[in-house]
């Protein structure tokens, strides 16, 4: 993929344009980059032209000026699709990037052909005491990167993927993360029920692995039930389904895809 930068912007963003037909779009999780989608670029190349996006203060964004916060991303992903005269895309987020393709969503709906979402919640819909609770158990962890990265990479894997190859492939992507980017993500607030929750206008895909924490099973399980949209828990898989599983996800992934509308 090739490696571009976002005018006026601390942007970075990959691009394979070279299947010729719809776009898809994907978005990582907290503390790694692009690269944790590095299986899914080899499985849908060709398929579908691609785009993927470093989220400020992650891998190559972080030419960061003073101001730039991480309630701009859905303006700057709008920016690349001007660019790139990108009608509109299929988008999937892991994590932390579900946050961001649904405040993209949010904003330019008629963008959108389709959202997957895993190992993430309905920011329309979030039940904020669902957060403290697990508050204390994710503050232990952020406190050690306050003290070495290395040891932060070595706590947070085993909490974002399963096996140890996908845990092995985080670490080593969690390394490179900043430790002064943490303060972009303090601004992630400002986006947590920000738009009324209304129907949705495109199809949605929402998932995690078994071995996710139990709470976000269950936030995957409510979601899908109001939503009435398609879901899966995934087998043998943690947070990041799509390394821990990747050839499983892959499949789910491209059978939700055809099944949308163009």
Avoid at 10 to 28: N, R
Avoid at 91 to 106: C, E, H, K, R, T
Avoid at 183 to 197: D, E, S, T, V
Wanted: overall charge neutral; some cysteine; aromatic content about 14%.
């Amino acid at each position: 993929m090739e490696k571009l930068y976002l005018e006026d912007s601390p942007i970075a963003y990959y691009i394979d344009d070279t299947a010729q037909k719809e776009w898809l779009v994907f978005m990582h999780a907290a503390f790694v980059d692009h690269r944790m989608f590095k299986a899914q670029f080899a499985y849908f190349s060709g398929k579908y032209n691609l785009l993927a996006i470093d989220i400020l203060g992650h891998g190559d964004s972080v030419r960061a000026r003073k101001g730039d916060a991480v309630t701009e991303m859905s303006d700057w992903i709008d920016r690349i699709f001007q660019k790139h005269n990108i009608p509109a895309a299929h988008f999937v987020g892991v994590s932390l990037g579900s946050v961001f393709i649904q405040d993209f969503a949010n904003k330019y709906e008629n963008k959108v052909l389709s959202l997957a979402c895993f190992g993430g919640y309905d920011i329309n819909h979030f039940d904020i005491s669902r957060q403290k609770a697990n508050g204390k158990s994710q503050m232990k962890i952020m406190c050690k990167a306050l003290f070495s990265i290395k040891w932060f990479a070595k706590a947070n894997k085993k909490i974002s993927a399963y096996t140890s190859d996908a845990q092995d492939a985080f670490y080593a992507l969690n390394l490179q993360f900043k430790k002064r980017s943490f303060r972009y993500l303090a601004g992630l607030q400002k986006l947590i029920n920000r738009y009324p929750q209304k129907q949705r206008p495109y199809p949605l895909f929402v998932g995690c692995g078994e071995h996710d924490i139990p709470a976000e099973i269950e936030i995957v399980n409510e979601w899908a039930a109001y939503e009435h949209c398609d879901s899966i828990v995934m087998p043998g898989a943690g947070h990041c389904v799509n390394m821990d599983a990747p050839q499983e996800f892959n499949v789910c992934l491209e059978n939700f895809l055809r099944k949308c509308p163009s």
